[in-house]
């Protein structure tokens, strides 16, 4: 992951209009972008058109970063925003796990692990499509995209004392469901 001063840096040249800059701030950023967005709108395509649509917009506004919070923070802000008007556009939110399971690539070579793996994504991915979309938001950014509940709060837009009780609730949640999965009871959240 590039770090905050070299995206920075990357930014500031993207704000001079710097192509090879702005690929390189491209091949960075764009995977957090889309797993980000994967995990809210559970599709394939609509989540890649997010990253584009963001990257359009940094490419656009760069010159806008005033430095207030890291340049990640800044970036999936911008693809909140931007995944937050296709959930909006859209009425169905409903999405086969399996269907994700597949998009999703692991990088492990041993089969044993693969299916191991998959079968213990299903089920958290279970679980978590039983969250709220904030308690899941909350959850991807701070463990997925390791933010801080600073961070969190900032694109959020809430009190940090917010994000605490809902990352609270959402483990609480997450560890219910999965007790539950495992000893074979299907209970909502």
């Known amino acids: 992951m590039l770090s905050n001063e070299a995206a920075q840096a990357l930014l500031m040249l993207i704000a001079k209009q710097d192509q090879s800059a702005f690929v390189a701030f491209y091949r960075e950023m764009s ?4 797993v980000f967005s994967l995990n809210q709108l559970k599709n394939a395509a609509d989540s890649e058109d997010v990253v584009v649509e963001t990257m ?3 490419w656009r506004c760069a010159v806008r970063f005033r430095g207030e919070s890291k340049v990640s ?3 999936l802000g911008i693809a909140r925003n931007k995944l937050l ?3 909006r556009a859209r009425r169905d939110t409903s999405v086969d796990v399996d269907e994700l399971s597949e998009t999703l690539a692991s990088e492990s070579p041993d089969p044993d692990e693969l299916i191991a793996a998959a079968q213990q994504a299903k089920e958290v ?3 978590m ?3 709220s979309v904030v308690h899941r938001e909350c959850l991807h950014l701070t463990f997925f995209e390791d933010m801080s509940v600073a961070e969190v709060a900032r694109l959020q837009q809430v009190p940090e004392g917010t994000v605490k009780t809902r990352l609270f609730h959402a483990r609480q949640k997450i560890k219910l469901c999965l007790a ?3 000893r074979g009871v299907n209970v909502a959240l």
Do not use: A, F, P
């Open 31 to 34: 995977r957090s972008i889309y």
């Open 56 to 58: 359009h917009e940094v």
């Open 73 to 75: 923070t800044w970036v």
């Open 85 to 87: 008007m296709k959930l």
């Open 125 to 127: 991915g279970r679980c």
């Open 129 to 131: 499509q039983k969250l």
């Open 180 to 182: 539950n999965l495992l």
